[in-house]
């Protein structure tokens, strides 16, 4: 049997294994050794992960989909279930699914049998919650295990990216490694060297650790509600002086893992009696359209297609043809940046946070390691730089540091595969 770090990202997932002393990360969809953390249910029973569930519902295939998967850890939800047509199944059954599809990728890749994993973990699953943060890795860990895993061990994922970049130094120095993904943001403080890079024992390193529950999905759901949510009737008024219309609809939508929620057929009863008292019937003509052919995941896809685009240029455009003719959405970086700022403020604070946990001003911090999809925002990097001016900043393997760096701490923990 073998050992392995597997990544269960909120946006996307990674699994490592160890080829000689090396971390390898497994390609888990085709050459790709990411894969979104994404599933489909077809309508005739078949199931799809990846890439590939994601296709099946652009191409209009009957079925649901179900992103951000890892969002539902430690909230109310993963104790819910989802309509799948006639039948229902429970977040947990999801999740387990879509860990157990991954596991049996990798060892078809890899032609060995994992039993041993180091599984990655956010500094906090859920913010200022213990009970709740804690039940969030028992239910992971049971999943795990259910997934086919004799032992489950857990990582912070910053952590993990540490020891990846320790690799790649020649000299000691005092790192923040800063890992800002689709769900969470995570930082730690950690002395980092050559010479520390084999020992047995790495606590004394380790610094300092904390998080937000902020992550892409974040700013794409800030993003969605000042930009898109209005063109469906968001904060639009009613007909009776004083009130609008409810905003919990807007914000499910602009929410990946509540999408589903809107597709439940009294929400959609809800819309039409909410229309008929509307000063704007029109715009939630066009919420109704969404709802009614299940394609919130679509605006959800494309508003995260126009963050990650204003990521490299100052414009993007939101394609809302297919809701009504001539409809759209243009955004542009300081749209962007206005609101979604406060989220930059916040994951900033955890860094000032980590300082003080540390005993350490700014600018003893020697070098930051960025890793993550969502250090691609300026605002966010310029965030965390300011945090610690003076220090070195270094962009890691943005999917694939976390993985790696969990494989290599499998290896401290279990030993040479066998």
Same mark, same amino acid.
């Given at each position: 049997?073998?050992?392995?770090?597997?990544?269960?990202?909120?946006?996307?997932?990674?699994?490592?294994?160890?080829? &000689?002393?090396?971390?390898?990360?497994?390609?888990?969809?085709?050459?790709?050794?990411?894969?979104?953390?994404?599933?489909?249910?077809?309508?005739?029973?078949?199931?799809?992960?990846?890439?590939?569930?994601?296709?099946?519902?652009?191409? $209009?295939?009957?079925?649901?989909?179900?992103?951000?998967?890892?969002? !539902?850890?430690?909230?109310?939800?993963?104790?819910?279930?989802?309509?799948?047509? #006639?039948? #229902?199944? &429970?977040?947990?059954?999801?999740?387990?699914?879509?860990?157990?599809?991954?596991?049996?990728?990798?060892?078809?890749?890899? $032609?060995?049998?994992?039993?041993?994993? !180091?599984?990655?973990?956010?500094?906090?699953?859920?913010?200022?919650?213990?009970?709740? =943060?804690?039940?969030?890795?028992?239910?992971?860990?049971?999943?795990?295990?259910?997934?086919?895993?004799?032992?489950?061990?857990?990582?912070?994922?910053?952590?993990?990216?540490?020891?990846?970049?320790?690799?790649?130094?020649?000299?000691?120095? @005092?790192?923040?490694?800063?890992?800002?993904?689709?769900?969470?943001?995570?930082?730690?403080?950690? #002395?980092?060297?050559?010479? #520390?890079?084999?020992?047995?024992?790495?606590?004394?390193?380790? %610094? /300092?650790?904390?998080?937000?529950?902020?992550?892409?999905?974040?700013?794409?759901?800030? @993003?969605?509600?000042?930009?898109?949510?209005?063109?469906?009737?968001?904060?639009?008024?009613?007909?009776?002086?004083?009130?609008?219309?409810?905003?919990?609809?807007?914000?499910?939508?602009?929410?990946?893992?509540?999408?589903?929620?809107?597709?439940?057929?009294?929400?959609? /009863?809800?819309?039409?009696?909410? +229309?008929?008292?509307?000063?704007?019937?029109?715009?939630?003509?066009? %919420?109704?359209?969404?709802?009614?052919?299940?394609?919130?995941?679509? %605006?959800?896809?494309?508003?995260? =297609?126009?963050?990650?685009? @204003?990521?490299?240029?100052?414009?993007?455009?939101?394609?809302?043809?297919?809701?009504?003719?001539?409809?759209?959405?243009?955004?542009? +970086?300081?749209? %962007?940046?206005?609101?979604?700022?406060? @989220?930059?403020? +916040?994951?900033? /604070?955890?860094?000032?946070?980590?300082?003080?946990?540390?005993?350490?001003?700014? &600018?003893?911090?020697?070098?930051?390691?960025?890793?993550?999809?969502?250090?691609?925002?300026?605002?966010?990097?310029?965030?965390?730089?300011?945090?610690?001016?003076?220090?070195?900043?270094?962009?890691? =393997?943005?999917?694939?540091?976390?993985?790696?760096?969990?494989?290599?701490?499998?290896?401290?923990?279990?030993?040479?595969?066998?």
């Amino acid at each position: 049997m073998s050992i392995c770090g597997l990544d269960f990202g909120t946006s996307n997932t990674t699994l490592g294994t160890i080829d &000689g002393r090396t971390p390898a990360l497994a390609p888990l969809e085709a050459e790709h050794t990411t894969i979104p953390s994404a599933i489909f249910y077809e309508a005739n029973g078949n199931v799809l992960i990846g890439r590939r569930a994601m296709e099946a519902y652009i191409e $209009g295939t009957a079925g649901r989909l179900m992103r951000s998967l890892k969002s !539902v850890l430690g909230t109310s939800l993963i104790e819910e279930t989802t309509r799948l047509g #006639r039948a #229902r199944v &429970g977040f947990r059954d999801v999740i387990a699914y879509y860990v157990g599809a991954v596991k049996r990728r990798a060892e078809q890749a890899t $032609g060995r049998e994992l039993r041993r994993v !180091v599984h990655g973990r956010p500094v906090h699953f859920v913010d200022n919650a213990p009970d709740a =943060d804690r039940k969030a890795e028992e239910t992971l860990r049971s999943i795990a295990k259910g997934a086919g895993f004799d032992e489950v061990t857990f990582q912070f994922e910053p952590i993990a990216a540490a020891l990846d970049y320790e690799r790649q130094i020649t000299s000691e120095e @005092l790192a923040l490694i800063a890992d800002i993904g689709g769900g969470t943001s995570d930082f730690s403080i950690v #002395r980092l060297g050559p010479e #520390r890079h084999g020992k047995a024992d790495r606590a004394a390193d380790i %610094l /300092a650790n904390d998080g937000v529950r902020i992550g892409g999905t974040d700013f794409d759901r800030q @993003l969605s509600l000042g930009v898109v949510m209005p063109l469906f009737g968001f904060r639009s008024a009613m007909k009776r002086a004083g009130l609008d219309v409810p905003s919990s609809y807007f914000h499910d939508l602009a929410t990946w893992s509540s999408i589903n929620r809107m597709y439940e057929s009294r929400v959609i /009863a809800d819309i039409r009696q909410v +229309r008929q008292q509307a000063s704007r019937p029109e715009l939630l003509d066009r %919420l109704i359209r969404v709802i009614h052919e299940q394609r919130g995941h679509t %605006l959800a896809m494309e508003v995260e =297609d126009a963050k990650i685009a @204003l990521s490299e240029k100052p414009r993007a455009d939101i394609p809302l043809e297919w809701v009504a003719p001539g409809l759209s959405a243009d955004v542009d +970086r300081p749209d %962007l940046v206005s609101h979604t700022k406060q @989220l930059a403020d +916040r994951i900033a /604070a955890r860094i000032r946070n980590c300082l003080v946990q540390a005993g350490l001003a700014a &600018g003893d911090i020697d070098s930051v390691f960025l890793t993550g999809g969502s250090v691609k925002l300026a605002h966010v990097q310029k965030a965390i730089t300011k945090a610690v001016p003076a220090a070195r900043i270094v962009e890691g =393997d943005i999917f694939g540091a976390v993985g790696k760096g969990l494989t290599l701490e499998a290896l401290r923990r279990y030993g040479p595969a066998n």
